[in-house]
């Protein structure tokens, strides 16, 4: 179940030797039928070059040319990560790293909407093959693309420095929605009718996208799913302290701004990847490498401005959105449950949200102390109260962030966005620890909308990936995910209130705000005490060590252990 935070459905199937020759920008490119498909498929197209060596963290570069035809199979490629995780398996991980890759239906129909899907992953893991859009392509209503781009350090790294602005990431995704404006149409896509898409840090992204100004024009409509950008997970509150903690982890011995720089300049990426399983572990969510509030070098920047400044003073394009989160979402964290109980009942402070800020120790226990007790009353945690468990995490890191964001835009006169709640179970369905109570977790709407292999599915669950496709299809080609005919009840968008909202339970109906009393208890605690994310600051050559804050001795004294 763990793997379901970075894996939203896995490739299967095989090519056959019916190809499909594209004309692109660049050069001649050669694709071929899917075997279980009526899908030509495009694999490891090059969309943009990475920077390598000392210049491993700038804004990627433009494409390679070719007059040759380009052989459009290359499945392995991925971007460098920490190499003992399972996502790897039998992939090979490049420097660069940046391809995409196209799902065309056979079809002579031209000028198709087009669904752009960002892989998740925590930023600091995952690849494009990973999220499978063959389903929907076959439907022959649809091109779809996905694809890689840098993480971890190397995608997330913000130093403020001309050489080290941060957002290399971010930047590749964005190479890669003008890739797509420049070449979809040669693959029978309209460029100026694309929907971008994506789960957990790929919703994140999205979301992030949806307020930049570096990609307008670029898309028409998004699909988010368990990720906003104004969650903790979506942005660094303090860039410069999280470089410093990575750096101490990867034998950086030094003190001041200037050997920080060169340190991670001079790092190979073996050396960037080899801390970073840890911190999947960290107790307040701080896995230290996402996207950042960029300094002002010259550059362009990604982001300027925190995303709940930038939402509240409307600086920014309003598009449709299908905007949503599953039921228990924090049913990912079980792989920790066992591990995080006694930490939690020792000191519950240490599982806060990281942007949240307090005048002083005594203050953030006291806010611990009313977390808790909502969340657990007068009891421990412990298996019996496992429920609650799941309950705080899935708030606390995903759905009150989607909630928070949909209010915001809302008062910002986004009137287009369609709320869901997916909530639908069946025998397969994830258990809440030590329980026999089952919710949907982390990513399962994604899941229903995608993935290939259906022969393990209950009936139940068939019907309900028939319907979620539906819905993806008919809000990619419409804008609208209840047109007449729809096998889902009329939708109307949400209100300030965060309702109404669309349940895909095993009964699909429209009700009112999710979990209002656990909302409004969360609008509370961040209208009180929320720390806005700062873009890094460049501290004087003489600034110490000493004041790193980070999260290392709680991760590799007490869960290390367990994970390994």
Not at 129 to 157: E, M, T
Not at 540 to 551: A, Q, R, V
């Amino acid at each position: 179940m763990f793997k379901v935070l970075f894996v939203c459905g896995l490739i299967v199937g095989v090519q056959s030797n019916i190809t499909k020759l594209v004309n692109i920008t660049q050069g001649p490119v050669l694709g071929y039928k899917a075997q279980d498909a009526e899908v030509f498929e495009f694999y490891g197209i090059p969309y943009a070059t990475a920077p390598t060596g000392r210049d491993k963290f700038k804004e990627p570069l433009p494409a390679p040319v070719w007059t040759e035809t380009f052989n459009a199979t290359d499945k392995e490629t991925i971007c460098p990560q920490f190499p003992h995780s399972f996502v790897v398996t039998g992939k090979t991980m490049k420097e660069d790293c940046l391809v995409a890759n196209v799902f065309v239906p056979d079809t002579e129909n031209k000028n198709l909407p087009v669904l752009v899907i960002v892989h998740g992953g925590a930023f600091i893991m995952g690849f494009g093959s990973a999220d499978s859009p063959k389903q929907l392509v076959n439907s022959k209503k649809v091109i779809a693309v996905n694809f890689n781009y840098r993480l971890g350090p190397h995608g997330f790294l913000c130093l403020g420095s001309e050489d080290i602005p941060g957002n290399a990431g971010m930047k590749d995704q964005v190479a890669l929605l003008h890739w797509v404006k420049e070449n979809i149409k040669d693959f029978g896509g309209n460029p100026d009718d694309v929907t971008v898409a994506g789960c957990s840090a790929g919703g994140g992204s999205v979301d992030l996208l949806l307020i930049s100004k570096m990609t307008k024009g670029l898309f028409q409509r998004a699909i988010v799913m368990s990720g906003a950008n104004v969650a903790a997970l979506a942005t660094q509150a303090d860039p410069i302290e999280n470089a410093r903690d990575y750096a101490t982890r990867i034998n950086y011995d030094g003190n001041d701004y200037d050997s920080l720089v060169e340190f991670y300049k001079n790092a190979t990426l073996d050396q960037l990847n080899s801390q970073l399983f840890p911190l999947l572990a960290a107790p307040d969510t701080n896995v230290l490498f996402t996207p950042c509030i960029e300094r002002d070098v010259g550059g362009k920047r990604f982001l300027h401005d925190s995303p709940v400044n930038i939402i509240k003073n409307g600086d920014y394009e309003r598009y449709p959105m299908l905007y949503g989160f599953s039921n228990m979402e924090g049913l990912f964290r079980n792989f920790f449950f066992d591990a995080f109980v006694n930490p939690m009942n020792k000191n519950f402070a240490d599982f806060l949200p990281f942007d949240l800020e307090f005048k002083n120790e005594e203050e953030r226990q006291e806010v611990a102390k009313k977390i808790k007790e909502f969340y657990f009353g007068d009891q421990l945690v412990s298996n019996e109260t496992s429920i609650h468990y799941v309950d705080f995490f899935s708030d606390s890191m995903f759905i009150y962030p989607m909630q928070r964001s949909v209010k915001l835009q809302v008062n910002s006169n986004n009137t287009d966005i369609f709320l869901f709640v997916y909530s639908f179970v069946d025998e397969n369905s994830d258990n809440v620890p030590h329980s026999d109570v089952q919710g949907a977790t982390h990513c399962a709407a994604a899941n229903a909308a995608m993935g290939e292999d259906e022969s393990h599915h209950t009936p139940e669950y068939t019907i309900m990936k028939q319907k979620m496709r539906q819905v993806w299809l008919d809000f990619i080609t419409t804008g609208n995910p209840t047109p007449n005919g729809s096998p889902v009840p009329t939708w109307t968008p949400a209100g300030a209130d965060r309702a109404p909202c669309m349940d895909f339970g095993n009964t699909i109906q429209m009700q009112g705000t999710f979990e209002k009393n656990r909302t409004e208890f969360w609008d509370e605690i961040y209208n009180e005490y929320y720390r806005q994310p700062m873009p890094p600051s460049v501290p004087s050559s003489s600034s110490s060590m000493s004041s790193i804050l980070g999260i290392s001795i709680f991760v590799f004294v007490t869960l290390v252990p367990v994970l390994l």
